[in-house]
């Protein structure tokens, strides 16, 4: 494993050579799956800018989990995974999609930089036996915009949040705004931020904008207004 300067030497340091732990899936067989696989699954995937950018978000994942009472493995695991379909092809990615049964309701469902997080899903839970639900649900909906129901908004805010935190990132404005809000534990704030920042941030990039980016971020401009939240997992995702 190759580490730049950017990434935490010991984060790195325990994942390489301390082997932290064995990952479980959580429902049946319970498949085991090995820390040092994943990460040589996820190198033998990605190019090499995208493995950094992966082990970034691992590293903030961990972080993370503390300041929002996440199970450490799952949300370590969503962050060396997140990314695991990103550089597959369109076809790739539509043929896994029908396979798969993934709902592809309006067109922007079928763009890749939405259906990656699905895909991906599928894909780790095919290659590494992973049965998370929890695990599984928040790589997808960490860049698909669906329908609003998943099984933990914080998990999935949180990796949306280390996606853009990550140290490899050269987003220092939004970082700069984004990252005392995060790790201070206001993630309505620092969801409003970051989808507030998103929207135009796609349209300069002439990247698309799925509309329930647009629903997102209503419901949560609302949630600011009336300064109230019936708690972390009632935030809009």
């Known amino acids: 494993m190759t580490v730049t300067s950017s990434l935490d030497y010991d984060f790195v340091y325990r994942l390489k050579y301390l082997k932290w732990f064995p990952i479980y899936g959580r429902l049946e067989g319970k498949v085991t799956v090995d820390i040092d696989n994943c990460i040589a699954f996820v190198e033998r995937e990605l190019s090499p800018k995208r493995f950094k950018h992966s082990l970034g978000v691992m590293q903030i994942m961990e972080e993370l989990a503390s300041v929002y009472a996440l199970d450490k ?26 396979k798969n049964n993934i709902s592809l309701s309006m067109e922007y469902d079928s763009y890749p930089l939405f259906l990656h997080g699905p895909v991906g899903a599928c894909y780790i839970a095919e290659e590494l036996g992973i049965t998370d639900p ?36 050269d987003w220092q404005d939004i970082k700069m705004q984004l ?32 509309p329930n980016m647009h629903r997102v ?4 401009s609302v949630l600011m207004d009336e300064k109230t939240l019936d708690g972390i997992d009632s935030i809009p995702v």
């Open 179 to 210: 990252k005392p809000l995060v790790y201070s534990g206001k993630v309505k704030e620092a969801a409003y931020e970051m989808m507030k920042w998103a929207i135009p941030f796609h349209e300069s990039m002439l990247l698309p904008v799925h």
């Open 73 to 98: 493995t799952t949300a370590i695991m969503c962050g060396i995974l997140h990314d695991a379909a990103k550089e597959f092809p369109l076809d790739r990615q539509l043929e896994m999609a029908g």
């Open 134 to 169: 929890m695990l599984l649900d928040a790589i997808s909906h960490h860049s698909y915009f669906d329908n609003g129901v998943t099984v933990s908004p914080r998990l999935c805010w949180c990796l949306r949040f280390a996606d853009i935190l990550e140290p490899s990132r």
């Open 217 to 220: 971020f209503q419901k949560l």
